[in-house]
């Protein structure tokens, strides 16, 4: 069973940054897309960033470009998501996920093309 483990979120003010990562487990990290999703309060869980297998492609949402940046360690199974000029509507608990098909070519931003959770980290960004 993968195990999906996020660290990294806080308090921060507007203007500020976080650096939230995630632990993966198994033995395949390599073979899959990773991915960042955010849900606030009484809203639905939505796509911020993804990366390719071996992170040289990447893919945001049209609110995270610029602002936000995804990458990937394949040597210690980890993905980071640095987060740059956060406002107060990021505020929301931030989950990795795992691209459900192994070995895809595009890199997929809707969230049933992802699987195995983690438990999700909380972001807040006061003004």
């Known amino acids: 069973q993968v195990q999906l483990v996020e660290s990294g979120g806080g308090l921060v003010q507007a203007g500020g940054s976080l650096r939230l990562s995630c632990s993966v487990s198994?033995?395949?990290?390599?073979?899959?897309?990773m991915g960042w999703f955010r849900q606030a309060p009484g809203k639905a869980r939505e796509f911020v960033a993804a990366?390719?297998?071996?992170?040289?492609?990447?893919l945001y949402s049209d609110d995270a470009e610029g602002r936000f940046t995804i990458s990937r360690d394949n040597a210690k199974n980890m993905v980071y998501l640095q987060m740059n000029s956060l406002k107060p509507e990021d505020t929301a608990v931030y989950y990795c996920?795992?691209?459900?098909?192994?070995?895809?070519?595009?890199?997929?931003?809707?969230?049933?093309?992802?699987?195995?959770w983690g438990q999700g980290t909380q972001v807040t960004v006061s003004s």
């Open positions: 996920a795992r691209d459900r098909q192994m070995f895809r070519e595009n890199i997929p931003s809707r969230r049933n093309d992802y699987t195995f």
């Open positions: 198994g033995r395949t990290f390599s073979d899959y897309n």
């Open positions: 990366v390719s297998r071996s992170g040289e492609d990447t």
